[in-house]
């Protein structure tokens, strides 16, 4: 986002502050802070390049809140990064971008060997609402895990392929209470599809 159109939603909250509703006083407060926090993307670039760790971290989720394709690298170089953090944060903001020339990247992630890494990609992947995905995401289901089944769950529920009804039901007897919740999620989103 430019600094103009950044400007032109920062006079518009500010404006908003002086509303007569409290929530919306309440809401524009809580975006000019949210806002105070992205710089220029330059700026944004540099921290990612030289900030420490938790600079890194909340420079990554600022390129989220600016999006746009010039974004997509930065991020994609972070996903490739080995702290785990920083990958998990990428993967996070990735997903929640949605953007098609990441979804590959995004899948491959799904080989990585720490668990909680694999869960984030297959949580991002739930924004991408690709149904050539449910043969990717299939074998989660049996993770048994309460970590990965459920996450698997979630996004083929959002998918929303009928076909997966009988594996959704099955994992209500799942002795994860997160799998069994989101198996239920799940179905519940199926009967929306």
Not at 61 to 76: D, N, S, T, V
Not at 91 to 99: Q, R, S, Y
Request: proline residues 5%; contains cysteine; aromatic residues 2%.
């Amino acid at each position: 986002m430019d600094s103009k159109a950044l400007n032109k939603r920062r006079q518009a909250l500010i404006a908003a502050l002086k509303d007569s509703s409290e929530a919306v006083r309440a809401a524009a407060a809580h975006s000019l802070e949210c806002l105070e926090g992205l710089g220029s993307r330059e700026e944004i670039l540099d921290l990612l390049k030289k900030g420490n760790r938790s600079a890194k971290i909340k420079a990554i989720y600022a390129l989220g809140q600016l999006g746009g394709e010039k974004a997509i690298p930065p991020l994609l170089y972070c996903i490739s990064r080995p702290e785990e953090d920083i990958k998990s944060a990428a993967i996070e903001v990735l997903g929640k971008l949605a953007n098609p020339s990441t979804l590959m990247p995004l899948v491959d992630k799904l080989k990585e060997p720490n668990s909680a890494i694999r869960a984030k990609a297959i949580a991002a992947l739930a924004n991408f609402r690709d149904p050539s995905l449910v043969p990717i995401l299939l074998p989660f289901l049996d993770a048994g895990d309460g970590l990965l089944d459920a996450e698997a769950a979630r996004t083929l529920g959002l998918i929303g392929n009928l076909q997966l009804e009988e594996r959704l039901i099955s994992l209500m007897q799942s002795p994860h209470a997160a799998t069994r919740e989101a198996a239920a999620s799940a179905l519940g989103r199926l009967a929306l599809s």
